[in-house]
């Protein structure tokens, strides 16, 4: 699978403060999608990041408060802004779609960012 | 209803048992399916895809009932490793093509 890497790994942020954690990817990739996972619950899809154009979120999300790049097929950024308690979560990164997987429409996940915010 | 819903377990399974997990989703017209698992406190990683015919890897055999939207996972001969929670995932649930939808997932331990 492709190797996926995700900055930083946790951070513990002072509410009204914003986070930008980083996913790159060491082969271009078609797809690329932002998650979280609050503690003790699956995954939700935040938004998925479209390289060279707005990110397309789901419902409940916003880009206010979610904002999102992807200035290429390698790299993409998601800002948690405006922090608040409620934010604390960990955010996965997880691309689908490069030369060499198995299946064009499996979905592999970066390592995750564990965010605390007091 | 959930989309996509799992028994949360735990499952706790001696070595060497046979165990089988069980999902079911709303969406009929979903197109993809897929078992992942997620360790304590790592990132989900993908078991397998899921496909009509039924697929086995290894000890591990995942089957797809279209008309009963059913999804189940079978692990034979359980080592200790295979401690995990397991994730029912489908796309296509919500709209999207390429949305994955997550169950809760179901916990299993392995006791030795």
């Known amino acids: 699978s492709a190797v996926i890497s995700q900055k930083p790994s946790r951070d513990i942020c002072q509410r009204g403060t914003s986070l930008t954690i980083q996913c790159q990817v060491d082969?271009?990739?078609?797809?690329m999608f932002w998650y979280r996972q609050q503690p003790g619950q699956s995954l939700t899809l935040i938004a998925t990041?479209?390289?060279?154009?707005?990110?397309?979120?789901e419902s409940g999300f916003v880009i206010d408060k979610f904002p999102i790049s992807r200035p290429n097929l390698t790299f993409s950024t998601l800002t948690v802004s405006n922090m608040s308690p409620e934010d604390s979560s960990i955010y996965l990164c997880?691309?689908?779609?490069?030369?060499?997987?198995?299946?064009?429409?499996?979905?592999?996940f970066g390592p995750g960012t564990r965010l605390t915010v007091l | 209803r959930k989309e996509v819903e799992q028994d949360p377990g735990p499952f706790n399974v001696p070595e060497g048992a046979t165990v089988a997990f069980n999902c079911t989703y709303s969406?009929?017209?979903?197109?993809?399916f897929f078992w992942y698992r997620q360790d304590c406190r790592k990132e989900p990683k993908l078991l397998m895809s899921v496909y009509s015919s039924g697929n086995e890897d290894g000890r591990f055999t995942a089957q797809l009932n279209r008309a009963s939207q059913y999804i189940s996972l079978l692990i034979r001969d359980s080592k200790l490793s295979d401690s995990a929670t397991y994730l029912c995932?489908?796309?296509?649930?919500?709209?999207?093509?390429?949305?994955?939808?997550f169950g809760s997932g179901t916990q299993l331990t392995v006791l030795p």
């Open positions: 997880s691309v689908e779609g490069w030369e060499g997987a198995s299946s064009y429409n499996e979905q592999f």
């Open positions: 990041a479209n390289q060279g154009s707005e990110a397309t979120y």
């Open positions: 082969s271009q990739v078609t797809m």
């Open positions: 995932v489908v796309t296509g649930s919500s709209g999207s093509a390429r949305q994955l939808t």
């Open positions: 969406n009929s017209a979903s197109q993809s």
